[in-house]
């Protein structure tokens, strides 16, 4: 498997333009994660789907903020307008069906690192 | 909300066993407990899980006390290629919640 696949691996672009990131998770796998990752905030986690229905979406920063999932096998998120201080590494990760006691083990993909200017 | 604490940084030696401990004082009954560790300009990739006591894996160990407000996760063995940061990750049942640790700095010296 290739992994989960994100694009753009970069992304440079000014505030106030819309900035749609990408990802394709593990075939199979049924949860979906979206993360933010900056030097002074650390690692964010900013909503998760499940079976791609959006489970809990508390980490969005704002209503610029938002994310679909329209089938199993893609999810973006889009951020409008951007601002500077969205710039980070934002990661996708995805999770096979793990049951009640199964596996924590989220599959992370490379990154798309945002630049606002 | 609970919170996990770990040491910003530590430095060891080549083939020293090195251990990090991350302090989750809320964590609650069915919480579990992951570990990731990440290179530059890489996602976090998973390394153990653990709910209570050791568990013990390929590459490394996860100590959790009886009362699971902390956890130890031991590296047998370091070499250079283990210089990362490494997270703990307390997690819900269902995934109902999510506390990233801040990492620690491992840097393995020669």
């Known amino acids: 498997d290739a992994g989960v696949i994100q694009s753009p691996r970069h992304e440079v672009t000014e505030m106030g333009q819309e900035v749609t990131l990408r990802c394709k998770p593990i075939s199979g796998h049924n949860s979906l994660f979206w993360y933010r990752q900056t030097m002074m905030r650390g690692l964010e986690l900013l909503i998760y789907?499940?079976?791609?229905?959006?489970?809990?979406d508390s980490g969005m920063p704002e209503d610029r903020f938002s994310a679909k999932m329209p089938n199993a096998s893609f999810s973006t998120l889009k951020i409008q307008p951007s601002e500077p201080r969205d710039s980070a590494v934002y990661f996708c990760?995805?999770?096979?069906?793990?049951?009640?006691?199964?596996?924590?083990?989220?599959?992370f993909g490379p990154g798309t690192r945002l630049t606002v200017t | 909300l609970a919170k996990t604490t770990q040491p910003i940084s530590m430095d060891s030696y080549e083939g020293q066993e090195v251990n990090i401990t991350c302090s989750h004082n809320?964590?609650?009954?069915?919480?579990?407990i992951t570990w990731y560790q990440q290179f530059p300009s890489q996602g976090p990739r998973f390394i153990i899980q653990?709910?209570?006591t050791k568990v013990t894996n390929e590459v490394a160990s996860l100590f959790i006390p009886a009362d699971r407000k902390s956890s130890t996760l031991s590296l047998p063995r370091v070499s250079l290629s283990d210089t990362a940061v490494y997270y703990c990750l307390v997690v819900g049942y269902n995934f109902n919640k999510f506390y990233f640790g801040s990492g620690t700095k491992l840097n393995v010296k020669p």
């Open positions: 653990g709910y209570k």
């Open positions: 990760a995805s999770r096979q069906p793990g049951g009640d006691r199964g596996s924590y083990e989220q599959y």
């Open positions: 789907f499940n079976n791609n229905v959006p489970i809990d």
């Open positions: 809320n964590i609650a009954t069915n919480d579990y």
